[in-house]
């Protein structure tokens, strides 16, 4: 009797003391015998295919950022729109009508950065393409330029609410073996925006009316009727990934990170069961693995004073002692809690999703923006000969970023973003060369747009699928959505320096604005080679460790038991 009390003491005592978390040696022997048993979703199984949905949904958060820049800077250089709205295709009423909508992504910052942990990925999602819906019905049926910039100014927040969203909830959602492949495909969906604007423009370009730039932006079909004349339904291809997301996303589950730390477990629990187990078994042994982990990171923020502290300073949440609440505006935890916390965000800094300050400043938005002015520098003028290359580097640039989300779990993130970066210098180096006179010859000007696509080419190959990635992967869960709004803040920063700046730079310097992106590309090269941590295989909560060790990018790299642990994954 007095041994069985004493045990049931015992067992009492053990369950309500935080678990040890297991080192990283007995992970990996945890992980394989797990996966002995369960060996996780097979692709192509129905499991997987519940998958793919899921992905889907949150990918048409993306599309609508390559539908908009493209088709904006097609129809930009219309006559039609240009007589609409009173325009020339330059100067200041140009750059508000661009501009309006960086600075609307600055301001989407702000629900980008309360709502995810508040309410939800999927609220936020929701509510991000509302705005993105409403924006644009009140951009297609501007009837003045003040109204058409305010629609702008809405789309731009939606867009980055719902887009900052959608990366942290599928790096929340996925395995970790498949985290790479998913994430990639959903900044990859930049370019089916973009080829759907492009392709449309060949032969639109050669209207005569105002079809000529409205149908780009329309993709309902229906018979023509005089009202279309107006600008009305201008957007309806920006609306219909919104809307798509907007009637799908809750039939989607949540993350299930979120639902643990609001103390739904046995919701996070069947969720990784139904996405992540080949059996879907609440208590698979490679379920309790994620599950043990998912626990063992709050203890310790829970220890830490962190665990349960209000991300947003909310009355009724339970504050940690000694700390302050955070508000949407306070970004210092990004900075000062810990040199693990500060080495992440200056990843974010760099490899930003979307484009930032190396993602949009490689020479990418030069090419993205301007290869019209390119196409000019190197002898070609004909309308609808720019049209049609302009599409073809959407096209040539998608299969890049594609080929890249595949393989980037098999070769890895560090190795991935090396060996896409360092090529940009070469290949860019040639273009200018060949396109700094090409008035001798039209091979040579012909000869350096053929690099300028292999550029573009090798860096979606890299970049794109990483932008997304990576800092979904590198940042913790409770600085997740505010660091991923945090990127969107130097994402916008970098793109005025792009749309505000190259203009004049190209007008200025001609082909030697290339040549300053040579030498920034070659400062990225050794950047990343001296800094980049590999992430591949990890779970999110394996990364956390990596980022503890005061030599991040050295311990991921050296350690072979971190690497043996991403190839048995991988397998």
């Given at each position: 009797m007095t041994f069985a009390y004493l045990n049931s003491l015992s067992l009492a005592y053990n369950a309500v003391q935080p678990r040890r978390p297991r080192s990283p040696l007995d992970r990996q022997k945890a992980l394989a015998a797990a996966l002995v048993q369960d060996p996780g979703v097979k692709h192509g199984s129905r499991r997987a295919w519940h998958m793919y949905?899921?992905?889907?949904?949150?990918?048409?958060?993306?599309?609508?950022?390559?539908?908009?820049?493209?088709v904006m800077g097609g129809v930009n250089s219309m006559h039609q729109y240009q007589t609409y709205f009173g325009m020339t295709g330059a100067g200041v009423g140009t750059s508000i009508v661009f501009g309006i909508y960086t600075v609307g992504s600055l301001t989407g910052t702000i629900p980008a950065s309360?709502?995810?942990?508040?309410?939800?990925?999927r609220v936020s999602m929701f509510v991000g393409n509302i705005i993105l819906i409403i924006g644009a019905f009140i951009t297609g049926t501007a009837t003045t330029r003040a109204t058409f910039v305010f629609g702008r100014f809405l789309t731009g927040i939606g867009g980055a609410c719902a887009g900052a969203s959608a990366k942290s909830y599928l790096a929340e959602m996925t395995a970790p073996q498949d985290r790479g492949l998913y994430l990639g495909i959903l900044n990859s969906?930049?370019?089916?925006?973009?080829?759907?604007?492009?392709?449309?423009?060949?032969?639109?370009?050669?209207?005569?009316?105002?079809?000529?730039?409205?149908?780009?932006l329309f993709v309902q079909v229906r018979p023509p009727s005089s009202d279309w004349s107006?600008?009305?339904?201008?957007?309806?291809?920006?609306?219909?990934?919104?809307?798509?997301?907007?009637?799908f996303i809750f039939m989607c589950p949540e993350s299930p990170r979120w639902l643990h730390t609001k103390g739904r477990r046995d919701e996070a629990r069947k969720v990784l069961a139904d996405l992540h187990s080949s059996t879907g078994d609440l208590y698979s042994p490679l379920i309790d693995l994620e599950m043990e982990e998912i626990e063992e990171k709050v203890a310790v923020e829970s220890y830490e004073g962190e665990a349960n502290e209000p991300l947003l300073g909310s009355d009724d949440a339970p504050k940690a002692p000694g700390r302050r609440p955070k508000h949407f505006w306070d970004f210092s935890s990004l900075f000062k809690d810990t040199p693990?916390?500060?080495?992440?965000?200056?990843?974010?800094?760099?490899?930003v999703s979307d484009?930032?300050?190396?993602?949009?400043?490689?020479?990418?938005?030069?090419?993205?923006?301007?290869?019209?002015?390119?196409?000019?520098?190197?002898?070609?003028?004909?309308q609808t000969r720019k049209l049609t290359l302009n599409f073809l580097n959407s096209i040539t640039s998608f299969m890049g970023a594609l080929s890249g989300a595949a393989l980037v779990d098999r070769i890895g993130r560090r190795s991935v973003l090396l060996w896409s970066t360092a090529p940009l210098v070469i290949l860019l180096a040639i273009a200018s060369a060949l396109l700094s006179d090409p008035s001798t010859s039209p091979t040579r000007g012909s000869a350096g747009i053929v690099f300028i696509y292999l550029f573009m080419v090798v860096f979606s190959f890299g970049w794109t699928p990483m932008q997304a990635l990576y800092p979904s992967e590198v940042l913790p869960y409770e600085n997740r959505a505010k660091g991923l709004a945090?990127?969107?803040?130097?994402?916008?920063?970098?793109?005025?320096?792009?749309?505000?700046?190259?203009?004049?730079?190209?007008q200025l310097l001609n082909w030697k604005v290339m040549l300053i992106f040579v030498f920034w590309d070659t400062f990225e090269t050794i950047v990343l080679y001296l800094f980049v941590v590999e992430t591949k295989g990890l779970t999110l909560e394996e990364i956390d460790e990596v980022f503890a060790h005061p030599d991040p990018?050295?311990?991921?790299?050296?350690?072979?038991?971190?690497?043996?642990?991403?190839?048995?994954?991988?397998?």
């Open positions: 949905l899921i992905v889907l949904c949150a990918c048409f958060c993306s599309s609508d950022s390559g539908f908009d820049g493209t309360i709502l995810p942990d508040r309410y939800g990925r969906f930049y370019y089916v925006g973009q080829i759907s604007a492009t392709g449309m423009m060949v032969s639109t370009g050669k209207y005569p009316n105002n079809w000529s730039w409205r149908l780009p107006t600008p009305e339904l201008i957007a309806l291809p920006k609306m219909v990934p919104a809307i798509f997301n907007a009637l693990g916390t500060r080495y992440r965000t200056y990843m974010v800094i760099m490899i484009s930032g300050a190396f993602g949009q400043l490689s020479g990418n938005g030069m090419v993205t923006y301007f290869l019209p002015n390119l196409l000019v520098i190197a002898g070609i003028t004909d945090f990127g969107n803040i130097i994402t916008q920063g970098s793109s005025c320096l792009n749309t505000f700046g190259l203009p004049i730079a190209l990018r050295k311990f991921s790299v050296d350690q072979k038991m971190l690497r043996a642990q991403a190839a048995l994954r991988a397998e």
